[in-house]
């Protein structure tokens, strides 16, 4: 039987009748055409599919669609505009943090949130900070890198 | 040159250039579009009934009433034609691999039926409602009970499960056993993995009713052989499909096959005229996408005292699963590893058979290093025994082993053709950058936290960019021997490159550019590459085999030259000067001070041509196919070399230390190219490290998802360290050898000689892949204790 | 990959979580990270889903004199970042650190990872080495049960499927306790090979020690930790570990024994330094 949810989703108010074994990642591809947020596993080891929840990093493909019923729900998409954001897909960009691209919204989102949470990282947090991110193309040099120079980048621009 | 011509800001974006890439935009910014993010009116989801036993009869299929109409066996597609990948050589037994399983599976996760309906996970539904009744046959789950004497057939119209067996015999290696001071033998094995793309495979089909074809999406490194197979398998006329592939989250071999999937897809797509979507998941993907590796090598290194090779034995036997994947065959990865085995060492007598072994597993395909892999982890894993019996460095022995640069071009005893580079040099340059000595000195003082230090290093020659001679050689269905490419420029001046090859990570959207940069002056940002779909490019073989720079960026060079004659002509028309005063730069043709943009030249030749020269054709566009002047292959190379430390409380190892250094020839984008180096070495490491799909006895696949298969992450992998050397090829344009593979052949082998210098002084040696911590402790454990002490 | 279809119930309150899960079909739900993969993989079949997010009762810490009340929807992350009340010198917020991988930490929650029981999760270890209680809340109300006495073997507890655990009581550390962990994961983030927790007090006597991700229940070194509480050397405690784990009733292969013993002893050395 479906279940009537009602979230938000990069800042729209969103409401849907959902199965309840539907988890968030295809609600958002599936439903709301929203595919930035990438399937690489389904059993929360890959990363591919984190979005922010509630303002937290979480893998879309373990949480129930239902279970996110309330919830403000924030995709690489509804980044666009975030300044940080611009920062860092720069960074990844100048410091060639990504190949084939299907981890890089993943990779993103973590490095967003790990850099608010540590703004100065050195090379061994950044590590740890993206251990629960698979990347099968860079070897990670050039994600590691890239987030160095986002970390250097964004103190800068908060000191201007 | 002019102050107009110096101050162009799109210098240095040419051949060599490390240029940003044009490709990154989209997929940052989460737009790009992998298979899964397609849409369709209508679309069906697809799941596949896969077999949950490795070897059985079926004796009946039984479908729930309510689900008729939606399921679908190969009976349904009876008119598509089986995959067939025979190989030339002598002895060769072929076999059928059907879409969907006609009488008998033949590993676990063999497809049965097609399930379709709105939602994947109504389609799993109706999947797990389908009763099989099977009739269980012995599984034959290793390749040694497969080749067994009285072992039951994986096919039973075969003699035995031999797919087939080729040996290389040259020189007398009665001769090198009886003058050898040292003899060394060792048995080694490498697990069987699987790619891990990120992005998994996919198919959509659909008939596109406008133009009364087939449309099919594929995650696939070549669309256009697709084509051309999947054409022949339905029994399509090739102008009645179109194949694409869309943005491709990673490949590295996995893709680079004709699979079941596109063929059950694209037949029943056909048959119903409806669309339908194949999303391949994490678990499909483990267990049944075409796997890697699993070799077992018998070798025997016969020496001079001081280690110099005299001759080498070696007897390589690979788990080719159940069926021969198009076009390469089963017999790839074992014929590969022996015909390249002796790599960059001078050995003149050389005995190797390579045995390709049928047994009930998915099917064995090409994975990056494609039996490289396996021969590195072999010759020098060998090597390192040589010298240790020789009571020498191994570096020594191995640079002393090497090719010497003034025997350049140099044919090999398995007759590879070496076109250049200096190998001992590369050898020097990489043990240098490690500090040798000093890795030595810190062995001696011992460890603070008990952990032991060990080096190990490993060399590789890549053939790449090979074409006509070497695959007509191996004998394959299709000899990629070319590439193509059509240049064309817009109206208002912009170029677009259409071209055969695909692009999934590699960066070939901005290398190509750099190409035309080269040869037309024109902004790397101006150039758009188009790819990937047989609609829009011309036929050409795809990304693989480390050849698409070479390939294609030849193809772009030519095209782009003849080109840039064009232009010359057309703009010292409209300068009025002679064409031999004019150049090109920056977008622009340049007389002295004067010019005139891309813009107006393409202006002239689409819409005006009463302004072009009298006699020159209007338009500008040319198309060119590129041949490498030797189709033997362009040689790169290169030395890995790493310091580890192994815990011998736990077995864990920590690289400390990883240096490359490599020759590709002239590189287009170093940039690029490093970043390719270092991904390769972390796709090793996993190989050497983590990745392994182990099969129980009953033919049960015991890592089928990434809760217990394991790739590295960000604190697996150490910051490598790339030195670059540029020898450029003779053969090819600007001198480009490939590159793609080369990073993951050596780290199983370099990573497996550390650890056994480190384990030395306890009485250990490890000879497999990946070494576990589990491994690690076995080995530890069953050592006995009086040895540790006594072996200093 | 997807699920199975289930049912999903959305209980405001502890009496009506209780009332879902009378029947004995329906499932708690918490952070999902272990029990949403497995639905996607089809490998635990489930007729309900009863979600806790909803249950007040379940949520927040209470500090009080001699310890701490933990809720059961207790993210990984709070302990993490120190949003909860520390009664563990530290213990506790370092283990959490350790747990999968942020974005984890983010949704798993310390009641869920006790109540699934896998072994090689780094709550159960912890928990028993604390020797703190589990509240169990039933159809006849809330009953406490040594962490010791809760688990009874992989994925295995006194739980009954019409229960829930609440809380997790745990006792305060003296001053003179010392703690050491030592976690070995074959990468980082993934789930634990061996995993000791070791809590040392020779000023009290009392010391416990701790081995985990066992194809059993955690189990208790006593003998060991009385050495270790004795400052007993290395040498002679590492005897002590050898002899202890080969007189368990496990059944250790010799590289089971190596790793284990090599966890208990650094796990001791770091609580003593």
Redesign the interface.
């Known amino acids: 039987m479906k279940l009537p949810i009602s979230l938000t989703v990069n800042g729209e108010r969103v409401e849907a009748l959902v199965e309840p074994r539907l988890h968030l990642a295809d609600f958002l591809r599936e439903h709301l055409r929203l595919t930035a947020t990438h399937l690489g596993c389904e059993h929360g080891v890959c990363g591919a599919c984190t979005v922010l929840v509630d303002g937290a990093p979480a893998r879309a493909c373990i949480l129930l669609a239902v279970a996110a019923d309330g919830a403000d729900i924030r995709t690489l998409e509804g980044l666009a505009d975030d300044p940080r954001m611009a920062v860092i897909k720069e960074s990844f960009h100048q410091k060639h943090g990504l190949q084939c691209g299907f981890c890089t919204p993943g990779m993103l989102i973590t490095t967003l949130d790990l850099l608010a949470r540590k703004p100065a990282p050195d090379a061994a947090e950044i590590r740890a900070g993206i251990s629960g991110n698979l990347c099968r193309c860079t070897g990670y040099q050039g994600i590691v890198r890239s987030i160095q120079h986002a970390a250097a980048a964004l103190e800068q621009a908060e000191e201007a | 040159m002019n102050a107009a011509a110096a101050a162009d800001p799109n210098t240095g974006q040419g051949v060599g250039a490390p240029v940003l890439r044009n490709e990154d935009r989209r997929f940052l910014d989460g737009k790009g579009e992998y298979l899964a993010d397609i849409q369709l009116p209508g679309l069906l989801e697809v799941a596949f009934l896969r077999s949950p036993l490795a070897h059985a009869r079926i004796r009946g299929i039984a479908i729930p009433e309510a689900h008729r109409g939606r399921v679908f066996l190969a009976s349904d597609i009876a008119f598509a034609q089986p995959i067939s990948a025979v190989g030339a050589a002598p002895g060769f037994k072929a076999s059928d691999y059907p879409a969907l399983a006609v009488e008998k599976v033949r590993f676990v996760g063999e497809m049965i039926a097609i399930c379709l309906a709105p939602t994947r996970a109504e389609a799993e539904d109706i999947a797990q409602s389908i009763q099989v009744d099977f009739e269980e046959l012995p599984p034959l789950w290793d390749m040694d009970v497969a080749l067994a004497p009285d072992a039951p057939r994986v096919h039973e119209h075969w003699a035995d499960n031999v797919v087939v067996e080729t040996r290389i015999a040259v020189g007398d290696l009665a001769a090198a056993e009886r003058d050898a001071a040292i003899t060394v033998h060792r048995t080694l094995a490498m697990g069987r993995h699987a790619g891990v793309s990120l992005e998994g495979r996919g198919v959509i089909a659909h008939h596109d009713r406008r133009m009364d074809e087939l449309v099919v999406y594929s995650s696939t490194q070549f669309p256009h052989v697709i084509r051309t197979i999947l054409a022949r398998a339905l029994g399509l006329a090739e102008s009645k499909l179109r194949v694409v592939a869309p943005d491709v989250g990673g490949g590295f071999g996995i893709k680079n096959n004709f699979n079941p999937e596109e063929l059950a897809v694209a037949a029943l797509a056909l048959k119903l005229g409806k669309p339908l979507r194949w999303v391949e998941d994490r678990r499909e993907h483990l267990v049944a996408s075409p796997h890697a590796r699993e070799h077992r090598y018998d070798l025997t290194a016969y020496a001079d005292a001081r280690g110099r090779l005299l001759g080498l034995k070696a007897r390589v036997r690979v788990d080719a699963g159940a069926y021969s994947v198009w076009p390469w065959t089963a017999a790839m990865e074992a014929g590969m590893s022996a015909g390249i085995m002796t790599g960059p060492y001078d050995i003149p007598v050389y005995d190797g058979t390579a045995v390709t072994v049928c047994t009930n597993k998915s099917p064995l395909g090409p994975y990056r290093g494609v039996g490289r892999t396996g021969a590195a982890f072999a010759i020098e894993t060998l090597i390192d025994a040589v010298a240790r019996a020789a009571g020498r460095e191994p570096a020594d022995v191995r640079i002393e082993n090497m090719v010497a640069p003034d025997a350049m071009p140099y044919r090999s005893v398995t007759g590879k053709l070496y076109d250049s580079g200096d190998y001992p040099e590369c050898a020097r340059r990489a043990v240098a950058a490690i500090d040798l000595a000093a890795v030595r000195a810190r062995q001696g003082r011992g460890e603070p936290d008990g952990r032991l230090i060990g080096f190990g290093m490993a060399s590789y020659t890549e053939q790449s960019a090979h074409g006509t001679a070497e695959w007509v050689a191996r004998g394959l269905p299709v000899v990629f021997g070319y590439e193509p490419a059509l240049a064309r420029f817009t109206p208002d001046g912009k170029l677009i490159l259409h071209v055969g090859i695909q692009n999934h990570g590699q960066g070939l959207e901005t290398t190509l550019a750099q190409v035309a940069h080269q040869e037309l002056g024109i902004p790397v940002a101006d150039v758009v590459v188009r790819h990937g779909d047989s609609s829009l490019s011309p036929y050409g073989m795809g990304t693989f085999a480390s050849r698409s720079m070479t390939m294609a960026g030849g193809a772009v060079s030519l095209a782009c030259a003849r080109m840039a004659e064009k232009i010359r002509r057309i703009g010292a028309h409209l300068l009025q000067a002679p064409r031999e005063a004019v150049r090109l730069a920056g977008g622009q043709v340049w007389f002295g001070e004067q010019f005139v943009s891309f813009a107006q030249i393409a202006d002239a030749a689409y819409l005006h041509p009463e302004r072009l020269p009298e006699g020159e054709d209007p338009a500008l566009e040319e198309s060119a196919v590129y041949q490498p002047g030797r189709s033997t292959g362009a040689f790169s190379y290169a030395t890995h070399a790493c310091t580890l430390a192994v815990d011998p409380g736990t077995g864990l190892i920590e690289i400390l230390d990883y240096v490359v250094c490599h020759d590709c020839g002239t590189m287009v984008n170093p940039l690029l190219v490093e970043a390719q180096v270092v991904g390769g070495v972390a796709q090793g490491l996993g190989t050497a490290l983590f990745e392994e799909i182990p099969y129980d006895e009953n033919g049960q696949p015991l890592a089928s998802t990434f809760l217990d298969y394991m790739i590295p992450g960000a604190c697996e992998v150490p910051d490598v360290r790339v030195l670059h050397m540029e020898t450029p090829s003779p053969h090819t344009r600007f001198g480009i050898k490939g590159m793609g593979e080369g990073g993951a052949i050596s780290p199983p082998a370099a990573v497996v000689n550390a650890l056994n210098d480190a384990l030395r002084r306890r009485g250990v040696e490890l000879a497999c892949t990946p070494v576990t911590p589990l491994r690690v402790r076995e080995a530890l454990a069953a050592a006995p204790r009086a040895k540790t002490e006594v072996v200093a | 990959?997807?699920?199975?279809?289930?049912?999903?119930h959305?209980p405001a309150s502890l009496a009506d979580a209780l009332a879902c899960l009378a029947t004995g079909e329906a499932r708690p739900?918490a952070g999902?990270?272990s029990l949403?993969?497995m639905?996607?993989?089809?490998l635990t079949p489930v007729d309900a889903?009863v979600?806790l997010?909803g249950v007040p009762e379940l949520a927040g810490a209470t500090e009080t004199p001699d310890g701490a009340v933990y809720g059961a929807l207790l993210t990984h992350?709070a302990f993490e970042d120190g949003q909860v009340p520390d009664v563990t010198r530290g213990l506790m917020r370092h283990v959490a650190g350790g747990i999968?991988?942020?974005?984890?930490r983010?949704?798993g929650t310390i009641g869920g990872a006790l109540a699934l029981a896998d072994p090689a999760a780094d709550w159960l270890t912890t928990v028993v080495a604390l020797d703190a209680e589990i509240g169990i809340a039933g159809a006849a109300g809330t009953r406490w049960v040594r962490a010791e006495d809760f688990v009874l073997g992989p994925y295995f507890t006194v739980l009954e499927p019409t229960e829930l655990l609440t809380a997790v009581r745990v006792r305060r550390l003296p001053q003179t306790t010392r703690w050491g962990v030592c976690k070995?994961a074959?990468?980082?983030?993934?789930y634990a090979?061996?995993l000791v927790v070791a809590l040392i007090d020779p000023a009290r006597g009392e010391s416990r020690v701790v081995l985990g991700a066992l194809d059993g229940a955690p189990l208790l070194l006593p003998a060991t930790a009385a050495a270790a509480g004795a400052g007993t050397a290395k040498a002679a405690l590492e005897q002590t570990v050898a002899v202890e784990l080969a007189g368990s009733d496990r059944d250790f292969?010799?590289?089971d024994?190596?790793?284990h013993?090599?966890?208990v002893?650094?796990a001791i050395a770091e609580a003593r330094s």
């Open positions: 990959m997807k699920p199975a279809p289930f049912a999903f959305r739900l999902g990270q949403v993969p639905l996607n993989l089809r889903l979600e997010r992350a999968a991988y942020r974005a984890v983010n949704r070995v074959v990468k980082v983030g993934e090979e061996t292969t010799p590289a024994l190596l790793l013993a090599t966890a002893t650094r």
